[in-house]
């Protein structure tokens, strides 16, 4: 029943389940004999650390195959399908150790081995090391996808030939949105208290088995309290090592957790809320010292695409993947808040509206049938600031503006534009409320919509397996994305995938693909051969480029991208100019509660969203917002994930004029009254003012500081 079930079905206890895995176990031994179903359910068994089915597991903790195992090895790989976490050698290790003895000892009693064997392989060392590659250590979330697009594409046989996937992840980049995302995560939790200790463990003589049962979480380390003083604690770490937590290693300033939104005042002294016994968290700072932490009940993900073509670069979809492997990159659905609004901004741009078209922000009341209640929708604050530009609206988050917006185009025409720009909108509802981010999407959702504004309006797919090689270094899968360029040749929008990455010779870039290798591998083989993967890739031909289709015109594009600079500028993405860049754009998104935290930006280079929430939706705190909670992680991210990279500014497309405007009507003036630059289409162009010539004069050069 357990091969029914991984093989073909969910892990959900539901009734209709169980019931159609029963079928299929009596269906699948009526078609295949013991000795074939074994073989499957070997194959298919998740034992850990991205390793499915024994040989993977031989290679992974061993970096041998199955038939090359100890008789020890073998027994502690056995032990691993019943808990693959609890006995893992490499975490637990004693566990994992005091479980192969137990097969051992089965395995003499059952006289299938004799007791020298026996005594000989209870006495062996055990020698388990992780033995996958580096980028694995920080994409579990990206493995578990792989796993299972290859099983899509080829069924149970990936398990069995040796197969090698290669993603689009970037393995520093990866590295570096990890980090970001746990980092934003703890800083969020120091925000809201300290919530006390995980378990208390009176009897001292199982503080040694309790730490070795516990698995670190991120860079979260177990660690029991040994003793007590007004202004330190005496530790005992995983290793087993005592330690001093200092007063001012997280002690000092210390306030508990009382509600989502309140703390209390900083504790006087450690006496006060710890106790000899208790198992806490700990985080090592670079110089190995420690201070006082906990493992975080919120949650988040990060996602980040390349523009060009949609390749997924970066994939968190969690603190971390042994604590819960929901992926909320791909599976959460969840509001966006104002995260979805330059959707609409966009729309709006391309039917007419102009970045100086006035809306009203002002009070707006409801009644529909479809609401339990009479809707009086608000900004943030409670005020209202009367007629107001669109750009105005946008980079200051104005909901009744978006409200007031989404009502003037109508709903066919936004969902005509929102099905334009790649998003699924036969399940979204007619309501206004859609203005403010109402309907729930993926956070790659989100992402991919952003991807689009960083390239000009072109809408790519993202995609994460790029190749997969059998063993014998044959190139059996290659994707084929198609790519931001019409026509695709030539400018610098439609650079070749040769021409963007440089000019490194050949030999560095396969070395620089190879340490980006996200490998999920079965039984390798001794054919197997990563020379030959070499061989393969240098003599692979290009890919032809196709063209994806366009999202928006170029000057929509613009349009929208200038308006969403303008967040980062002088609207609520301001943490951003920190980053000294001026082709950053984005929006923040904050939902009612608040309960979903978001910001997405993006340069030319590198699309990215950062989601933060609670996976039951619950309230973040009623001081968390995007801005907060959110931009901070895509902060961290892109701040590493560009520092090499060159701005890139926009060119100013044709059909695209400035001209100078009344910011508070939004209509043209005279080129000697006072105003501020808008950008326009040519054909969108405000009426000159009554007794001026027609136009603007060519020789006005704006200001920096009289634009918008």
């Given at each position: 029943?357990?091969?029914?079930?991984?093989?073909?079905?969910?892990?959900?206890?539901?009734?209709?389940?169980?019931?159609?895995?029963?079928?299929?176990a009596?269906?699948?031994?009526?078609?295949?004999?013991?000795?074939?179903?074994l073989?499957?359910?070997a194959?298919?068994?998740?034992?850990?650390?991205?390793?499915?089915g024994?040989?993977?597991?031989?290679?992974?903790?061993y970096?041998?195959?199955?038939?090359?195992?100890?008789?020890?090895?073998?027994?502690m790989i056995?032990?691993?399908?019943?808990?693959?976490?609890?006995?893992?050698?490499?975490?637990?290790?004693?566990?994992?150790?005091?479980?192969?003895?137990?097969?051992?000892?089965?395995m003499?009693?059952?006289?299938?081995?004799?007791?020298?064997?026996?005594?000989?392989?209870?006495?062996e060392?055990?020698?388990?090391t992780?033995?996958?590659?580096?980028?694995?250590?920080?994409?579990?979330?990206?493995?578990?996808?792989?796993r299972?697009?290859?099983?899509q594409?080829?069924?149970a046989?990936?398990?069995?030939?040796?197969?090698?996937?290669?993603?689009t992840?970037d393995?520093?980049?990866?590295t570096?949105?990890?980090?970001?995302?746990?980092?934003?995560?703890?800083?969020?939790?120091?925000?809201?208290?300290?919530?006390?200790?995980?378990?208390?463990?009176?009897?001292?003589?199982?503080?040694?088995?309790?730490?070795?049962?516990?698995?670190?979480v991120?860079?979260?380390?177990?660690?029991?309290?040994?003793?007590?003083?007004?202004?330190?604690?005496n530790?005992?770490?995983?290793?087993l090592?005592?330690?001093?937590?200092n007063?001012?290693?997280?002690?000092?300033?210390?306030?508990?957790?009382?509600?989502?939104?309140?703390?209390?005042?900083?504790?006087k002294?450690?006496?006060?809320?710890?106790?000899?016994?208790?198992?806490i968290?700990?985080?090592?700072?670079p110089?190995?010292?420690?201070?006082?932490?906990?493992?975080?009940?919120?949650?988040?993900?990060?996602?980040?695409?390349?523009?060009?073509?949609?390749?997924?670069?970066?994939?968190v979809?969690?603190?971390?993947?042994?604590?819960?492997?929901?992926?909320?990159?791909?599976?959460a659905?969840?509001?966006?808040?104002?995260n979805?609004?330059?959707?609409?901004?966009?729309?709006?741009?391309?039917?007419?509206?102009?970045?100086?078209?006035?809306?009203?922000?002002?009070?707006?009341?409801?009644?529909?049938?479809?609401?339990?209640?009479?809707?009086?929708?608000?900004?943030?604050?409670?005020?209202?600031y009367?007629?107001?530009?669109?750009?105005?609206?946008?980079?200051?988050?104005?909901?009744?503006v978006?409200?007031r917006?989404?009502?003037?185009?109508g709903f066919d025409?936004?969902?005509?534009?929102?099905?334009?720009?790649?998003?699924n909108?036969?399940?979204?509802p007619?309501?206004?409320?859609?203005?403010?981010g109402?309907?729930?999407?993926?956070?790659?959702?989100?992402?991919?919509?952003?991807?689009?504004?960083?390239?000009?309006?072109?809408k790519?797919?993202?995609?994460l397996?790029?190749?997969?090689?059998?063993?014998?270094?044959?190139?059996?899968?290659?994707?084929?994305?198609?790519?931001?360029?019409?026509?695709?040749?030539?400018?610098?929008?439609?650079?070749?995938?040769e021409?963007?990455?440089?000019?490194?010779?050949?030999?560095?870039q396969?070395?620089?693909?190879?340490?980006?290798?996200?490998?999920?591998?079965?039984?390798?083989?001794?054919?197997?051969?990563?020379?030959?993967?070499?061989?393969?890739?240098?003599?692979?031909?290009?890919?032809?480029?196709?063209?994806?289709?366009?999202?928006?015109?170029?000057?929509?594009?613009?349009?929208?991208d200038?308006?969403l600079k303008?967040?980062?500028l002088?609207?609520?993405?301001?943490k951003?100019?920190?980053?000294?860049?001026?082709?950053?754009?984005?929006?923040?998104?904050?939902?009612?509660g608040p309960?979903?935290a978001?910001?997405?930006?993006?340069?030319?280079h590198?699309?990215?969203?950062?989601?933060?929430?609670?996976?039951?939706?619950?309230?973040?705190?009623?001081?968390e917002?995007g801005?907060?909670?959110?931009?901070?992680?895509?902060?961290?991210?892109?701040?590493?994930?560009?520092?090499?990279?060159?701005?890139?500014i926009?060119?100013?497309?044709?059909?695209?004029?400035?001209?100078?405007?009344?910011?508070?009507?939004?209509?043209r003036?005279?080129?000697?009254?006072?105003?501020?630059?808008?950008?326009?289409k040519?054909?969108?162009?405000?009426?000159?003012?009554?007794?001026?010539?027609?136009?603007?004069?060519?020789?006005?050069?704006p200001?920096?500081?009289?634009?918008?």
């Amino acid at each position: 029943m357990q091969v029914a079930r991984n093989f073909f079905l969910h892990k959900r206890k539901e009734f209709t389940r169980k019931f159609n895995e029963i079928l299929l176990a009596f269906r699948i031994e009526e078609e295949l004999t013991k000795k074939e179903i074994l073989s499957l359910y070997a194959n298919k068994m998740f034992l850990g650390k991205t390793a499915y089915g024994f040989a993977a597991a031989a290679q992974v903790y061993y970096g041998k195959n199955l038939s090359d195992l100890s008789l020890a090895q073998i027994a502690m790989i056995a032990g691993l399908p019943k808990a693959p976490s609890a006995y893992n050698p490499i975490r637990n290790p004693i566990r994992a150790t005091q479980r192969r003895d137990w097969i051992l000892g089965r395995m003499l009693k059952l006289a299938s081995i004799s007791e020298p064997q026996y005594l000989a392989a209870v006495a062996e060392i055990d020698t388990a090391t992780y033995h996958g590659s580096a980028s694995e250590l920080d994409s579990p979330y990206v493995a578990e996808m792989v796993r299972q697009e290859v099983i899509q594409k080829f069924g149970a046989q990936a398990y069995t030939e040796g197969y090698t996937a290669i993603t689009t992840v970037d393995s520093a980049m990866q590295t570096n949105g990890v980090k970001a995302l746990q980092a934003g995560i703890l800083a969020y939790d120091r925000r809201h208290g300290y919530r006390g200790a995980e378990d208390s463990i009176e009897d001292a003589s199982l503080w040694a088995p309790r730490l070795n049962d516990t698995p670190s979480v991120g860079p979260l380390e177990p660690a029991i309290v040994i003793a007590v003083a007004n202004d330190r604690l005496n530790l005992m770490t995983k290793n087993l090592d005592v330690t001093t937590l200092n007063w001012r290693d997280g002690l000092k300033d210390l306030r508990l957790y009382k509600s989502v939104n309140s703390r209390s005042a900083p504790i006087k002294s450690a006496l006060d809320i710890f106790n000899v016994g208790d198992l806490i968290r700990v985080q090592r700072n670079p110089d190995k010292s420690i201070f006082l932490s906990q493992l975080p009940k919120v949650q988040s993900a990060l996602v980040a695409l390349d523009p060009f073509n949609g390749a997924i670069r970066t994939l968190v979809g969690g603190f971390d993947y042994d604590q819960s492997r929901f992926n909320r990159v791909n599976l959460a659905k969840r509001q966006p808040g104002s995260n979805f609004k330059p959707f609409i901004y966009a729309t709006a741009l391309n039917s007419g509206f102009t970045p100086a078209s006035i809306i009203n922000d002002a009070p707006i009341v409801f009644d529909d049938f479809k609401l339990e209640d009479t809707w009086r929708p608000e900004n943030d604050g409670g005020k209202f600031y009367g007629p107001t530009r669109l750009r105005e609206a946008l980079y200051r988050s104005r909901n009744v503006v978006s409200i007031r917006l989404l009502r003037r185009m109508g709903f066919d025409r936004t969902f005509q534009g929102l099905q334009s720009f790649g998003f699924n909108t036969s399940d979204m509802p007619s309501d206004l409320s859609l203005a403010l981010g109402s309907y729930a999407l993926t956070p790659l959702e989100i992402a991919t919509g952003y991807a689009m504004l960083a390239n000009n309006g072109f809408k790519v797919t993202p995609y994460l397996l790029d190749k997969i090689i059998d063993r014998d270094g044959n190139v059996i899968f290659q994707a084929s994305p198609e790519v931001a360029c019409d026509p695709c040749s030539g400018t610098p929008e439609t650079l070749t995938l040769e021409q963007r990455s440089g000019d490194l010779a050949v030999e560095e870039q396969l070395e620089k693909l190879f340490s980006d290798i996200s490998q999920t591998t079965a039984n390798n083989g001794k054919d197997y051969s990563w020379e030959s993967i070499k061989q393969s890739l240098k003599t692979l031909p290009l890919t032809e480029f196709k063209p994806a289709p366009r999202a928006m015109d170029p000057q929509t594009a613009f349009l929208i991208d200038s308006m969403l600079k303008d967040v980062i500028l002088r609207g609520t993405g301001r943490k951003a100019k920190n980053l000294n860049r001026a082709d950053l754009a984005g929006k923040t998104g904050t939902t009612n509660g608040p309960r979903d935290a978001w910001f997405s930006g993006y340069s030319p280079h590198l699309a990215a969203t950062a989601w933060v929430g609670f996976d039951d939706s619950s309230t973040i705190g009623r001081n968390e917002y995007g801005g907060s909670a959110a931009l901070p992680i895509w902060i961290d991210f892109m701040a590493s994930a560009l520092a090499d990279k060159p701005e890139i500014i926009r060119p100013q497309p044709n059909e695209i004029v400035t001209v100078k405007i009344d910011p508070i009507t939004g209509k043209r003036v005279t080129p000697d009254q006072p105003g501020i630059f808008e950008y326009f289409k040519t054909k969108n162009l405000p009426e000159a003012p009554q007794g001026s010539a027609e136009g603007a004069k060519s020789d006005q050069n704006p200001l920096p500081d009289d634009i918008f």
